[in-house]
């Protein structure tokens, strides 16, 4: 039986936190997750979709597409219990996550009842931060193309899956994020056609 979702606005959970949105292109290389980990005391850390194969101490976890969570909700719920998730898709509720409601509109929800989807999980998690009261967020995994022929940092998808990702798109929502909000985000994601946000290398970033 479906749970029907129980839409609440989003609660102010980090006010004034730094955070790391780990998302899922093929730059969140093992190298990268253990500079992540060393900093982890200093940073909220946020996994979008499979990132949760990579990285074991997430303190949050968002995915949207409903189909994501009927193929990785059991197994997500089995390696991390207690982790908080979150979703703006029904779908999700029934794996325990969270529920957002979700808009289409330019720029981020400025309205902590919903969020602006940006056709993207990644984002969708970002718009989330903003309630949560994240002040800087450093990306990584963000590359929005296929690097060497590889659009993940994982080979292939599961069959139900979307394998093809319309990265234009994304980019152009992406852009009409509010300027006063871009200026709180540093993409640190090398080979990174996403160039809406200062560009900063990760090390240099979580100083």
Request: proline letters at 6%; glycine letters at 8%; aromatic letters at 12%.
């Amino acid at each position: 039986m479906s749970i029907k979702p129980n839409y609440e606005p989003v609660p102010r959970l980090y006010p004034n936190c730094h955070a790391i949105f780990c998302a899922t292109g093929p730059s969140l290389t093992d190298e990268v997750v253990e500079k992540i980990r060393a900093v982890r005391h200093k940073f909220l850390i946020v996994g979008v979709n499979d990132a949760y194969k990579k990285i074991d101490f997430m303190d949050e976890h968002y995915a949207c597409d409903a189909k994501w969570w009927k193929v990785h909700g059991d197994k997500i719920n089995e390696m991390y219990p207690h982790l908080s998730k979150w979703c703006h898709d029904r779908e999700g509720a029934e794996y325990g996550a969270k529920i957002v409601k979700g808009k289409n509109g330019e720029g981020f929800s400025q309205d902590n009842s919903y969020i602006n989807t940006g056709c993207n999980s990644g984002y969708q998690v970002l718009n989330l931060g903003y309630h949560w009261g994240i002040t800087k967020s450093l990306l990584v995994g963000y590359n929005m193309k296929p690097i060497n022929g590889q659009t993940h940092f994982f080979q292939g998808r599961e069959p139900t899956l979307r394998t093809q990702s319309p990265y234009n798109k994304f980019i152009k929502n992406f852009n009409t994020i509010q300027p006063e909000i871009a200026k709180t985000i540093i993409n640190c994601t090398p080979n990174s056609a996403l160039n809406t946000f200062y560009k900063q290398p990760l090390e240099e970033a979580i100083l």
